[in-house]
């Protein structure tokens, strides 16, 4: 199936670009037929993070540091998380979750007959703009944890933040597109949500907390494995900790690899289609 | 319309021997059946298509007949690059299918009538405009193809009203829209016009025609509709049980499995007795309706032409849905 590469050469950036701002234009146009929905989910997740924020507050009264990590740094780490699973629910997941509706009611064909790489047309065509807030709370806890840090922010630690940034987005993306792809072999996965959360519970923590002799294994596994502790922990250990190099470039190493991986599995499991009856 | 060199003598769409088989689960009823299957599956091998072959020209409006599960879609899906054959070649506007050249998809389109592609949620417009940059398509020549489309289909009103408050005519309508607006050279329609009323069945017919005619685009129809059939097709390709049973003209297909036609008879008052002894005899009021072996109409007509108070007499080829009925059981039994 070669159609999707020429595609991506002939196109150029500039048209794919394009096309996301239309999707993103049409998708809040959609959002906006039901702004009742919207407005809950923000107050849901306002609420939510509320919760999050007295919890780690309580903590911190008690203790100045959890595994190295101090209260503002905590914050950081938070709003990291927060934006980064933001970026991910705004743009892919709600996609990834419906590419096994598409499969198991033949709804797919109408995307692999599209001039356009497929890959793309299916992880972005509707941006899910309810959950885009995050994205800005969790900027805003980043800002704050950076002020309250007062540490100054060199060129070398916001690249290093932003390059690992990247690559974390790139292992969450890699990791729920595979998960999607397998709809097309199991046509139901509905365990995709069970697995993609998870892959997000363990970004949640820092990677430090699995230092205990018992949990070594589990940081290995999920360090060299299957990378999710590395999603949030390394952009935000860069920019607030120590930035070590040798974590940074297996990061980025790992977002690499997973994005190629997961391209792998697309195309396998598109090759693979039957496309349901009529 | 541009037409790649490998089919410009050619035919725009040639099948050669096209097979395709699949595996499928099969499951005992019970529990203990079900455990046992986790197990060891057992697998049936369905040939859904079997070595069929055909060519089409450039510009032709040819139908697929056959019933539910002949494997109509599956050819057309193997034509429109969807299913992988398990052998056998195609060519599509001088493109290999299944390659999913993007050069190929520009130039076609599917329309499945049980399955939608626009926007639930959003005016059929917004689709459109989606549509415009996902086909990269010049905004001068959208609009000119969209202003065209929207007055053939007479949907003016409606392209800016959400698709889920249109009725099922009027999104069907819309999806065609949606399918030409890049002009495709080849269209394949897989029952287009499926749970439609009359009045929007013969819309989209005259739209479907007037478009094979401005453009010489290349079509190909599967419907259960007779009347769709009729109006747009005159070749037919018929398929049952996978194998391609008959491709020639529709009339062609009336002559070989019709083997019976239809002898009205209009009397003035009451129908006489007896007419039973011609044949099959339905009676309503005073007229009545003969189902005759062809062999024997010339003398039926005689021995009835001078019957007292016959005022009207007439011979028809029985409805077009009962020879099909006819033709595809005919084919099911054969090899």
Same mark, same amino acid.
């Given at each position: 199936?070669?159609?999707?590469?020429?595609?991506?050469?002939?196109?150029?950036?500039?048209?794919?670009?394009?096309?996301?701002?239309?999707?993103?234009?049409?998708?809040?146009?959609?959002?906006?037929?039901?702004?009742?929905?919207?407005?809950?989910?923000?107050?849901?997740?306002?609420?939510?993070?509320?919760?999050?924020?007295?919890?780690?507050?309580?903590?911190?009264?008690?203790?100045?540091?959890?595994?190295?990590?101090?209260?503002?740094?905590?914050?950081?780490?938070?709003?990291?998380?927060?934006?980064?699973?933001?970026?991910?629910?705004?743009?892919?997941?709600?996609?990834?979750?419906?590419?096994?509706?598409?499969?198991?009611?033949?709804?797919?064909?109408?995307?692999?007959?599209?001039?356009?790489?497929?890959?793309?047309?299916?992880?972005?065509?509707?941006?899910?703009?309810?959950?885009?807030?995050?994205?800005?709370?969790?900027?805003?806890?980043?800002?704050?944890?950076?002020?309250?840090?007062?540490?100054?922010?060199?060129?070398?630690?916001?690249?290093?933040?932003?390059?690992?940034?990247?690559?974390?987005?790139? &292992?969450?993306?890699?990791?729920?597109?595979?998960?999607?792809?397998?709809?097309?072999?199991?046509?139901?996965?509905?365990?995709?949500?069970?697995?993609?959360?998870?892959?997000?519970?363990?970004?949640?923590?820092?990677?430090?907390?699995?230092?205990?002799?018992?949990?070594?294994?589990?940081?290995?596994?999920?360090?060299?494995?299957?990378?999710?502790?590395?999603?949030?922990?390394?952009?935000?250990?860069?920019?607030?900790?120590?930035?070590?190099?040798?974590?940074?470039?297996?990061?980025?190493?790992?977002?690499?690899? &997973?994005?190629?991986?997961?391209?792998?599995?697309?195309?396998?499991?598109?090759?693979?289609?039957?496309?349901?009856?009529? | 319309?541009?037409?790649?060199?490998?089919? /410009?003598?050619?035919?725009?769409?040639?099948?050669?021997?096209?097979?395709?088989?699949?595996?499928?689960?099969?499951?005992?009823?019970?529990?203990?059946?079900?455990?046992?299957?986790?197990?060891?599956?057992? =697998?049936? =091998?369905?040939?859904?298509?079997?070595?069929?072959?055909?060519?089409?020209?450039?510009?032709?409006?040819?139908? %697929?007949?056959?019933?539910?599960?002949?494997?109509?879609?599956?050819?057309?899906? @193997?034509?429109?690059?969807?299913?992988?054959?398990?052998?056998?070649?195609?060519?599509?506007?001088?493109?290999?299918?299944?390659?999913?050249?993007?050069?190929?998809?520009?130039?076609?389109?599917?329309?499945?009538?049980?399955?939608?592609?626009?926007?639930?949620?959003?005016?059929?417009? !917004?689709?459109?405009?989606?549509?415009?940059?996902?086909?990269?398509?010049?905004?001068?020549?959208?609009?000119?193809?969209? *202003?065209?489309?929207?007055?053939?289909?007479?949907?003016?009103?409606?392209?800016?009203?959400?698709? /889920?408050?249109?009725?099922?005519?009027?999104? @069907?309508?819309?999806?065609?829209?949606?399918?030409?607006?890049?002009?495709?050279?080849?269209?394949?329609?897989?029952?287009?016009?499926?749970?439609?009323?009359?009045?929007?069945?013969?819309?989209?017919? /005259?739209?479907?025609?007037?478009?094979?005619?401005?453009?010489?685009? =290349?079509?190909?129809?599967?419907?259960?509709?007779?009347?769709?059939?009729?109006?747009?097709?005159?070749?037919?390709?018929?398929?049952?049980?996978?194998?391609?049973?008959?491709?020639?003209?529709?009339?062609?297909?009336?002559?070989? %499995?019709?083997?019976?036609?239809?002898?009205?008879?209009?009397?003035?008052?009451?129908?006489?007795?007896?007419?039973? /002894?011609?044949?099959?005899?339905?009676?309503? *009021?005073?007229?009545?309706?003969?189902?005759?072996?062809?062999?024997?109409?010339?003398?039926?007509?005689?021995?009835?032409?001078? @019957?007292?108070?016959?005022? !009207?007499?007439?011979?028809?080829?029985?409805?077009?849905?009962?020879?099909?009925? @006819?033709?595809? *059981?005919?084919?099911?039994?054969?090899?």
């Amino acid at each position: 199936m070669e159609g999707g590469k020429d595609a991506g050469i002939r196109r150029g950036l500039g048209s794919y670009f394009r096309l996301l701002g239309a999707f993103g234009r049409f998708s809040l146009n959609r959002e906006m037929a039901f702004r009742g929905n919207f407005l809950m989910k923000v107050l849901l997740e306002v609420v939510w993070l509320g919760i999050l924020l007295l919890f780690f507050h309580t903590i911190f009264r008690n203790t100045s540091r959890i595994e190295g990590w101090n209260e503002y740094q905590y914050l950081f780490f938070l709003g990291c998380y927060y934006a980064l699973e933001g970026l991910i629910e705004t743009l892919f997941l709600e996609n990834c979750v419906e590419f096994g509706e598409l499969v198991r009611t033949g709804n797919l064909d109408f995307f692999l007959l599209k001039p356009i790489d497929e890959q793309f047309l299916l992880s972005f065509r509707h941006i899910d703009w309810s959950t885009a807030p995050k994205i800005l709370i969790g900027g805003a806890l980043m800002g704050f944890g950076l002020w309250e840090l007062a540490e100054p922010v060199t060129l070398a630690r916001l690249g290093g933040f932003l390059v690992a940034l990247a690559s974390g987005i790139a &292992m969450a993306y890699s990791f729920l597109l595979m998960l999607a792809s397998t709809a097309i072999w199991m046509v139901r996965n509905q365990s995709l949500m069970e697995l993609w959360w998870l892959f997000s519970s363990l970004m949640r923590y820092p990677r430090d907390i699995y230092e205990e002799p018992w949990a070594v294994l589990i940081q290995k596994v999920f360090t060299f494995l299957l990378p999710a502790l590395l999603v949030v922990s390394v952009p935000a250990e860069a920019m607030v900790r120590i930035l070590e190099p040798a974590i940074l470039g297996w990061t980025i190493c790992a977002g690499f690899m &997973m994005l190629l991986a997961s391209r792998w599995v697309f195309r396998k499991a598109i090759r693979s289609y039957r496309s349901a009856s009529s | 319309m541009p037409v790649p060199s490998a089919s /410009r003598s050619g035919f725009a769409i040639e099948a050669s021997h096209l097979c395709r088989t699949y595996r499928v689960g099969q499951k005992k009823a019970g529990l203990l059946a079900s455990l046992r299957g986790l197990w060891k599956g057992e =697998t049936r =091998t369905v040939e859904a298509v079997r070595d069929v072959s055909f060519q089409i020209g450039h510009g032709e409006m040819v139908a %697929f007949l056959g019933p539910n599960g002949a494997g109509k879609t599956t050819t057309l899906k @193997m034509l429109a690059g969807l299913v992988y054959p398990t052998s056998g070649t195609a060519r599509v506007l001088g493109y290999t299918p299944w390659e999913r050249e993007d050069s190929f998809r520009r130039q076609f389109s599917l329309v499945m009538g049980q399955k939608n592609q626009l926007w639930w949620d959003l005016p059929a417009a !917004d689709s459109f405009e989606l549509h415009r940059e996902i086909y990269s398509l010049d905004r001068a020549r959208f609009d000119r193809t969209l *202003g065209e489309l929207v007055e053939l289909f007479g949907v003016e009103k409606l392209t800016r009203q959400p698709v /889920r408050e249109l009725s099922l005519g009027e999104r @069907m309508k819309m999806e065609l829209i949606a399918s030409l607006l890049h002009e495709p050279g080849v269209l394949l329609l897989d029952e287009p016009t499926i749970g439609l009323d009359v009045v929007a069945q013969s819309t989209i017919q /005259r739209c479907l025609r007037e478009y094979n005619q401005r453009k010489g685009a =290349t079509i190909i129809l599967t419907s259960h509709y007779m009347r769709d059939v009729e109006a747009l097709c005159s070749r037919v390709l018929m398929i049952v049980q996978g194998a391609l049973q008959y491709d020639g003209q529709l009339s062609g297909l009336l002559d070989r %499995f019709g083997r019976k036609k239809l002898v009205r008879l209009q009397f003035e008052g009451a129908v006489p007795v007896g007419l039973d /002894r011609f044949g099959e005899c339905k009676i309503t *009021g005073p007229v009545a309706e003969l189902n005759l072996e062809k062999s024997r109409v010339a003398q039926t007509l005689s021995a009835v032409v001078d @019957m007292p108070g016959l005022v !009207d007499l007439s011979v028809q080829d029985p409805p077009l849905e009962d020879v099909v009925a @006819m033709a595809f *059981g005919s084919g099911a039994t054969q090899p």
